[in-house]
């Protein structure tokens, strides 16, 4: 869990960047954590998120909702997150139904999620 934490402070503040449509983005919908920096996230543990395409989200862990914005700039391959006044970006990589965040500033952070199924 403690691991758990500094990624999700940073996708929270990746998620709360200023609100920019994004409707035509692969990262809009529900999407399940699997595996930080390699190791499988506990069934246990449920953390999962929720991107708008008016640029808002929700992160959902346990019964804890934290809200943010995000922008993704496709192009780049980035997504940046606003929470708490605070911004983070990261690198993404979209692999059909999968999506792999990696911290710009720290590369060795990582994040997988799985698009939940509707």
Known sequence: ???IMPLFVL???LF?????AQADSPLVGAWDAVSQNGEE????FSMWIDNHDDGSGTMHIGEEEFPYTWSHDETAETCTIVADGETMVFK???DGDEVTFT???NPDDTMVMRRRPE
Do not use: F
Not at 16 to 20: D, F, N, T, V
């Open 16 to 20: 709360s960047a200023p609100a920019l």
């Open 11 to 13: 996708l929270v503040m």
């Open 41 to 44: 996230i506990p069934a246990e």
């Open 92 to 94: 993404v990589a979209i």
């Open 1 to 3: 869990m403690k691991r």
């Open 103 to 105: 911290g710009v500033d």
